[in-house]
């Protein structure tokens, strides 16, 4: 099945570094992959949709420029938290849409936690 | 408001027992995926139901998909504590691949 590698799986910053992560389609190429935040014992909620070779769609009330999206290739997609504060702290989660369109796979997930 | 609202949000069961999830909308998706979420990992996806009536069967877990794809449910028989987890419906709407998640259950199986 449709591998999706991210990393790093988890990543313990100080208040105001940026912190990047990267989402890989290891055995197909994307051009569709989403970026979802989860916090404790709650459900996904999509941060946004990020497109190859264009810019990401925002979802209402994610600071696009707080996090900065980069889907340069069509195996990789990177979100970077800028100037990260405590409330940054959570579970983040990207997925790619496979070749048919039709089915999203999940990245394994990383955990940040902002000091 | 969640679009999909998924009841129970915490289910505590021992080994044996049979069990319903509800995922409810009222709006229509034109497919709906069941996925299973472990502390610290990614979203598993279980199954994905298309048609309205649709029931799909994957070993215990039984999936059904309302006729007017406005909600789904999952069923457990004979819940083993292997089963115990986090388990996520998510709808998807026309335009855009893009899901919706329901708030989750959080399902625990005591041995």
């Known amino acids: 099945g449709a591998v999706v590698s991210q990393h790093p799986s988890r990543v313990i910053c100080k208040s105001g570094t940026s912190v990047k992560i990267e989402c890989r389609s290891l055995?197909?190429?994307?051009?569709?992959m989403f970026w979802y935040r989860q916090f404790p014992k709650q459900s996904l909620m999509l941060m946004a949709t990020?497109?190859?070779?264009?810019?990401?769609?925002?979802e209402q009330g994610v600071e696009k420029d707080k996090f900065l999206i980069n889907h340069a290739s069509l195996t990789l997609s990177t979100l970077t938290v800028t100037s990260a504060h405590p409330e940054d702290s959570s579970f983040y989660i990207c997925s790619a849409l496979g070749t048919g369109g039709d089915i999203q796979y999940f990245g394994a997930g990383t955990r940040l936690s902002v000091l | 408001t969640q679009l999909l609202e998924q009841s129970p949000q915490f289910l505590s069961i021992q080994e044996g027992e049979n069990l319903t999830v509800y995922c409810n909308s009222s709006?229509?998706?034109?497919?709906l995926q069941w996925y299973r979420q472990e502390p610290g990992e990614g979203p598993v996806l279980l199954v994905t139901?298309?048609?309205?009536?649709e029931v799909k069967k994957l070993k215990r877990l039984t999936f059904q998909f309302g006729d007017a794809r406005k909600d789904s449910s999952l069923h457990i028989t004979a819940a083993q504590p292997g089963d115990t987890g986090l388990y996520l419906c998510a709808g998807e709407r026309d335009a855009g691949n893009m899901l919706t998640f329901g708030g989750g259950t959080r399902l625990m199986v005591k041995p």
């Open positions: 709006s229509v998706f034109s497919s």
């Open positions: 990020s497109n190859e070779g264009s810019k990401a769609t925002y």
């Open positions: 055995d197909f190429q994307a051009t569709t």
């Open positions: 139901v298309v048609t309205g009536g």
